[in-house]
């Protein structure tokens, strides 16, 4: 495999994938566009693209790949500038969290679009903040309709798998109604807390000055980019606004349940013991501080990370391998005894230049 591909947008995202392909012996070039000329000419003199463009135009004229990497109420857009521009067999793709209407928008196009949505992300945006190693053992979600043929998708299977990624292939539909309950409507939740903790506080902002812990944990991702979200929010309406109702529904169920003792305990309880299902920071059943780190998946990555630690005698209580990182931040969770031994390891860790963020357990 000799390809070239075209990417629209170094943005985060963007620019994490021209310095991921950029290193695969099967990409034989990569062009690049974004209005950012800076980003570009960065990109370029670090090695990570063939050429650039800041316009979209016969540059992208033998590309095998292009992915589309702009917020999604731009990706029909600018499916619909390359349309006369892309070779018969070319394949585009996008990165956007919602597929059912930027498929229905290309559908008569005549192209070959193959839907999909890395499960990575950040508060963070720009070039100057994407990774090389961002989609290491993260989900990648290709999302198949009736027009893909079995060769775009291998195709797309095969480059994703490049990324070091793990390919997830499922429908369209199913995709966007399960990312508005995992990742949409959270959102808008800690979004709306977030207000409501501005509406509420006093003048001194007080409750702002006191909001740590696990309100500061549970709305980091309101510090996402408001475009990004406000587009998302446009293009998956209707699947928000169906478990919004089902979310609200709940909480006035809980508002007539509140004088009951048993039933509040019954709704802790049902909670707790579904989410300690998932992989988290529990060990025994007692909660323990975090801190997520970004590494490369290479041999003795994770080795590294542990031997560094315990050569200053901190103690790993568990570990865990990342994949979807849509709202979480880094690739790898170390959970550690407490939180003096938290901030030693952190430093350590920042020392030896590594990327780390603190998790509030």
């Not at 988290?280 to 998946?297: A, Q, R, T």
């Amino acid at each position: 495999m000799d390809l070239s591909i075209g990417i629209i947008g170094i943005g985060f995202i963007g620019g994490s994938l021209i310095k991921s392909l950029s290193k695969s012996k099967k990409v034989s070039s990569i062009i690049a566009f974004d209005t950012d000329k800076n980003s570009l000419e960065k990109a370029l003199r670090d090695g990570f693209i063939t050429d650039y463009t800041l316009s979209v135009d016969d540059k992208f004229s033998n590309c095998d790949i292009i992915f589309l990497c702009t917020p999604v109420s731009y990706i029909v857009h600018y499916a619909k500038l390359l349309k006369d521009i892309v070779k018969k067999d070319c394949i585009l793709t996008d990165i956007g969290s919602t597929k059912k209407t930027i498929i229905k928008g290309v559908e008569t196009l005549g192209i070959e679009f193959v839907g999909g949505h890395p499960m990575v992300g950040s508060e963070r945006s720009g070039y100057s903040t994407s990774k090389e190693f961002l989609f290491e053992n993260s989900y990648y979600i290709i999302t198949k309709s009736p027009q893909n043929s079995d060769v775009s998708i291998d195709k797309l299977k095969e480059i994703i798998l490049e990324l070091k990624a793990i390919p997830i292939i499922i429908e369209a539909e199913e995709h966007d109604y399960i990312v508005s309950i995992i990742s949409h409507v959270p959102h808008v939740i800690a979004a709306t807390l977030v207000n409501l903790l501005k509406n509420l506080d006093d003048e001194n902002q007080t409750m702002k000055m006191l909001a740590a812990g696990g309100f500061k944990d549970i709305t980091r991702i309101a510090s996402s980019d408001p475009t990004v979200w406000s587009n998302i929010c446009k293009e998956n309406k209707d699947y928000i606004i169906k478990v919004l109702k089902i979310f609200v529904d709940m909480v006035n169920d809980f508002i007539i349940k509140i004088d009951d003792d048993k039933k509040v305990f019954d709704f802790f309880e049902a909670s707790k013991i579904y989410r300690d299902s998932f992989i988290n920071n529990k060990v025994n059943g007692l909660s323990f501080p975090v801190l997520n780190i970004n590494i490369k998946d290479e041999n003795g990555a994770i080795a590294k990370v542990t031997t560094l630690l315990s050569k200053y005698n901190i103690c790993i209580k568990n570990i865990e391998v990342i994949n979807n990182r849509e709202n979480n931040y880094g690739a790898l969770k170390i959970i550690v005894n407490n939180y003096e031994v938290l901030d030693k390891a952190y430093n350590i860790l920042i020392q030896n230049k590594y990327d780390v963020q603190i998790i509030n357990s």
